[in-house]
């Protein structure tokens, strides 16, 4: 029950805005390390000094579906998979002093097992950013382009979004983190850009 002392004290002693202001930046500082490390792990991993990181998957989609999985001697490795069905990205809770309305760009795309690259739901530059407000701040998705595997093995769901500015140096970060998903794992995603997904049954 030590969780819920503390959580009754913080109820009784809220935070100061000074203190919640510097808990973002601290959780915004860490997001964007976990970034970093992420891509710094990937290259030395997966990269093998060929593959740029930025590389978009190259998998098509609808592959195998007219296959006769029970076929005698059809390939043994090409089985039915569960996916995950990326339904919506929304921006929320602005920090950091930003404010509606925002001019979006940058890149939402997931990593699975299949070739650990890019799979894009979201991707702009930024002389094609995407005006956002409060009433409707969906970011407009252009993918998946393929389906997204679900596996017992960690998937990354990978996010670099600015905000732009008047000019290119007074652009900031939206939010800039990697967060790691499986199959059978649930948790909560504390960041202001929700993607909303559901597991498509094989």
């Known amino acids: 029950w030590k969780w819920w002392e503390e959580f009754e004290r913080g109820l009784a002693n809220p935070p100061t805005p000074e203190e919640l202001r510097e808990r973002e930046e601290s959780w915004e500082k860490f997001c964007s390390e976990s970034w970093e490390r992420f891509r710094e792990r990937w290259i030395d ?11 978009v998957t190259q998998i098509p989609c609808m592959r195998f579906t007219d296959a006769n999985f029970r076929r005698p ?3 043994y490795m ?13 921006v929320k809770d602005l920090t950091g002093g930003l404010q509606w309305p925002l001019d979006v760009y940058g890149v939402v795309a ?3 097992g299949v070739d650990r690259m890019r799979n894009v739901a979201f991707s702009r ?5 995407q005006s956002i407000n409060e009433q409707d701040s969906y970011l407009t998705l252009t993918g998946p382009s393929r389906g997204v595997v679900m596996s017992h093995d960690n998937s990354h769901l990978e996010v670099k979004l600015k905000v732009k500015g008047t000019t290119e140096s007074e652009d900031k970060d939206l939010n800039k983190f990697v967060d790691s998903y499986r199959m059978g794992s649930w948790g ?3 960041y202001n850009v929700v993607l909303v997904g559901k597991k498509a049954e094989r």
């Open 188 to 190: 909560c995603l504390s």
């Open 125 to 129: 530059e930024r002389d094609d950013c």
């Open 78 to 90: 090409v089985m039915p998979e569960d996916t995950l069905q990326i339904v919506s990205v929304q």
């Open 110 to 112: 997931v990593r699975d």
């Open 45 to 55: 991993v997966w990269s093998h000094g060929k593959i740029p990181f930025d590389a």
């Open 73 to 75: 001697g059809f390939p």
